[in-house]
């Protein structure tokens, strides 16, 4: 068993800062890339940032230089620092993970559960 789980979504005023985190836990033998993404009201799933276990990091071009993924290879953890957040960033944000578990050689693709993040005055 695999579990990603998320935390850290709020409400919080335009301008304003949060910091996402996401922690996977189980049978777990490596965690390859991490990434999180969005998906707002209506609107398909969307990727936010993508993190190789080296630490080599990809944006899409809306949050590019407003957020930061990293990483904690030792705590199996993820995060996203958003920073000058957007009425436009509201929505729910999900981590996934490409894991290659104990009771297998393949790897695996984790979503987690999704936290809210809520960007409004």
């Known amino acids: 068993q695999v579990q990603l789980v998320e935390s850290g979504g709020d409400l919080v005023q335009p301008g304003g800062s949060l910091r996402l985190s996401c922690a996977a836990s189980g049978s777990i033998v490596s965690i390859y890339d991490m990434g999180w993404y969005y998906q707002a009201p209506g609107k398909q799933r969307e990727l936010v940032a993508t993190?190789?276990?080296?630490?080599?990091?990809s944006y899409s071009d809306s949050t590019k230089g407003r957020f930061t993924i990293s990483r904690d290879n030792a705590k199996n953890t993820v995060y996203l620092q958003m920073n000058s957040l957007k009425s436009e960033d509201t929505a729910v944000y999900y981590c996934?993970?490409?894991?290659?578990?104990?009771?297998?050689?393949?790897?695996?693709?984790?979503w987690g559960q999704g936290t809210q993040v809520t960007v409004s005055s």
């Open positions: 993190i190789t276990r080296s630490g080599g990091t």
């Open positions: 996934n993970a490409q894991v290659r578990p104990s009771w297998t050689s393949a790897t695996r693709v984790y």
